[in-house]
């Protein structure tokens, strides 16, 4: 059986490659807010947004978070990886900067989001705990390929991170 996983990604440049990765059904996945649900959400403020993602979070086992060029350290995203962590969900992050978009255009690889969460009071970063991967791969087909291959076993070692964590 699939696990069901929350994924997380930055909209607007990234919603094709995530879309991508999503479909490849290897995880069941949160369905992503249409443009008008999302503004009607985000019209709510704050509470909205955060009562959207954790009612998506709920009876999730894992948190796949999709890292384009600019997702590292924006506000919606660090609340997601906070959140999935806390509640005891795997994190785990995958690089799609290389996977083209409707254009065939690739990106820039971004910095890893890990890097922007402390665990242990500050003295340690998430990046050090959960797994952040780039897909190898000479173009974009084969970095598709080997997240497919992939992402199964990436989502359990995620999982297995966070029990195993203390």
């Known amino acids: ?16 490659r995530a879309a991508r990765v999503r479909n490849i ?30 009612d998506q979070m709920a009876g999730k086992t894992c948190m796949v978070l999709l ?7 924006r506000k919606w995203i660090n609340h997601e990886i906070i959140k999935a962590w806390n509640d005891g969900l795997g994190v785990v992050a995958i690089r799609i900067h290389g996977l083209v978009n409707f254009e065939g255009h ?4 971004g910095a890893n989001p ?35 291959d992939n992402m199964a076993a ?5 999982i297995t991170i966070r029990k195993d964590y203390r």
């Open 1 to 16: 059986m699939a696990r069901k996983c929350f994924f997380s990604f930055h909209y607007k440049p990234d919603c094709v």
């Open 67 to 73: 890292v384009g060029e600019n997702t590292a350290n």
């Open 114 to 148: 890990l890097d922007y969460i402390s665990l242990k009071n500050g003295t340690k970063k998430l990046s050090e705990v959960a797994k952040c991967y780039n897909p190898p791969g000479v173009d974009s087909r084969a970095r598709y390929n080997w997240i497919a």
């Open 106 to 109: 690739t990106a820039n690889q």
């Open 154 to 158: 990436m989502v359990e070692q995620a």
């Open 25 to 54: 059904g290897v995880v069941e996945g949160n369905e992503p807010a249409k443009d008008n649900d999302w503004e009607k959400v985000t019209g709510g403020g704050d509470r909205a947004i955060e009562k959207w993602i954790s």
